[in-house]
């Protein structure tokens, strides 16, 4: 069995990997708020909503997670001419990284996935769809689109959720021209009759997805293993992961292969969009090379980490590489984060009652001062986010002779600190921009501040948030050390 340690060179391997993804585009809302009595009307709860959020889910969730993994993936999809659909449009945009194809189609109903979420518990899902197959005017475009694409493509993605985009015989004449040249093709399927994807170089269908395409028991390695062959057999397949929860994947391949993968999960706390992230990570690791015993690997490290998450999550790839070396979120290099993956992770800690704090500065040369400030900041909160300047920031903020170390070693001293949680670079002045994305729940700052003069603080106490004034320890800074250092 391939050591899992051995896979975190391959993850950074899968970086600008160019996948194109195809499948059934959905926009996935979050409402939050609490619960304090039930309704007269029924027995049923009333949700005092506090916040919503949205974003990409189906097919567009697996090009969230290949975004997140380094990815540079392409997306043809289809939606609506409505509300929904332009907010789907939208949110592909904001990924740079995503060469987007989106066809609308006229009458269309995109689909929404409204969940509704009280004291980290979801209470109700309502969806709202067409299942309807698109128009032959509307299949001859997205074949149009996937042609233009493929030839840059290293790996061809299928999302099918069944709600029309890949419906007969759009799947199968996709696999058709991906195969003609010699692309692999990943599909995530959907119904019980699995010979419309002949073809494919692999399968992933969850437990119960593989009971209702065989009719065959599944409960058990071997029970799992007979079924997987029989959709190899009879439908054209290369291959099956087979996604089992609790028990971990079983890949299955034509030429003989049967592989066992035990879960990675340290904590289950929802599996929304883990067959997404699974899908994405093995398309990922395919194009840039990798076996699919090694895809399978990654996948199922990948899968371990977003189901401790809630909602439709993500799993970052520099998550997965301190997962393969068995370490905490919070651990050496994996504290230095982007902005996104950083809000990923504070809604996550949020989500399950942990009190977020943030500060922020360019603590060059760090001293006790800075130690003090990070201490306090850390015991004024449960997790601490610091926002640090980069280099190109520190020179307009303090002058072409600074920063003394660059923006790299600074964020790695700051992360081998206990106090930090998370490091986020930010190349502004401020981090006003980086707070109000962020959304701390506590903002920490120097007691030479006032609280009306700290960036971001009104913004923070909008939303409920407080503002804490660290004591200063006197004489330390780093003017004062660099001083010294030149006999100043």
């Not at 130690?371 to 903020?397: E, F, H, P, W, Y």
């Amino acid at each position: 069995m391939t050591e899992l340690s051995a896979l975190a060179d391959r993850v950074q391997l899968l970086r600008h990997t160019q996948v194109l993804c195809i499948g059934d585009a959905m926009l996935d809302r979050f409402v939050y708020g609490t619960v304090d009595r039930i309704s007269p009307e029924a027995p049923i709860p009333v949700v005092f909503i506090e916040r919503e959020t949205a974003m990409l889910g189906g097919a567009g969730n697996v090009v969230r997670n290949l975004v997140a993994l380094g990815a540079a993936p392409a997306f043809v999809s289809v939606v609506g001419d409505d509300t929904a659909g332009r907010e789907v449009t939208r949110l592909v945009g904001e990924h740079g990284e995503i060469d987007p194809c989106i066809v609308v189609e006229p009458g269309r109903q995109t689909t929404i996935k409204t969940r509704f979420f009280a004291s980290h518990q979801q209470l109700l899902r309502a969806d709202r769809e067409s299942r309807t197959k698109v128009s032959d005017a509307i299949r001859d475009q997205l074949l149009t689109r996937v042609d233009r694409l493929l030839d840059k493509a290293g790996v061809m993605v299928l999302s099918d959720y069944g709600k029309g985009v890949l419906a007969p015989p759009v799947a199968g004449e996709l696999i058709r021209r991906a195969k003609a040249k010699g692309k692999q093709v990943v599909v995530d399927p959907k119904g019980t009759d699995y010979s419309i994807y002949a073809g494919a170089t692999i399968v992933t269908p969850n437990r119960k997805e593989l009971f209702e395409a065989t009719g065959l028991p599944v409960d058990g390695d071997e029970a799992v293993v007979a079924a997987a062959r029989h959709l190899i057999e009879t439908c054209g397949i290369e291959a099956v992961l087979v996604t089992r929860s609790q028990d971990g994947m079983t890949l299955v391949t034509a030429s003989g292969e049967i592989h066992h993968l035990p879960a990675q999960a340290r904590e289950v706390f929802d599996v929304s969009g883990a067959g997404d992230t699974v899908v994405a990570t093995l398309a990922a690791a395919i194009a840039s090379g990798a076996s699919l015993l090694e895809g399978a690997h990654l996948a199922n490290v990948a899968a371990g980490i977003v189901v401790g998450k809630v909602g439709t999550a993500v799993a970052y790839a520099e998550e997965v590489v301190a997962a393969l070396h068995h370490d905490d979120l919070t651990a050496g290099e994996s504290k230095i984060v982007t902005l996104s993956a950083a809000c990923e992770l504070a809604d996550r800690w949020r989500r399950k009652g942990i009190k977020v704090g943030f500060t922020n500065g360019c603590f060059d040369l760090l001293h006790p001062g800075h130690v003090s400030i990070l201490t306090q900041a850390k015991a004024a909160c449960d997790r601490l986010v610091v926002g640090l300047n980069s280099d190109a920031s520190v020179q307009r903020l303090k002058g072409p002779t600074r920063p003394v170390q660059s923006e790299a070693s600074r964020a790695t001293v700051l992360s081998s600190l206990a106090t930090v949680d998370l490091v986020v670079i930010f190349g502004e002045e401020t981090p006003l921009s980086l707070i109000e994305t962020l959304r701390p729940d506590v903002l920490i700052k120097g007691a030479d501040y006032t609280i009306a003069t700290v960036v971001g603080a009104e913004q923070v106490q909008s939303w409920g948030g407080k503002v804490v004034l660290a004591e200063l320890v006197n004489g330390q800074s780093t003017t004062n050390t660099i001083k010294r250092m030149n006999g100043s």
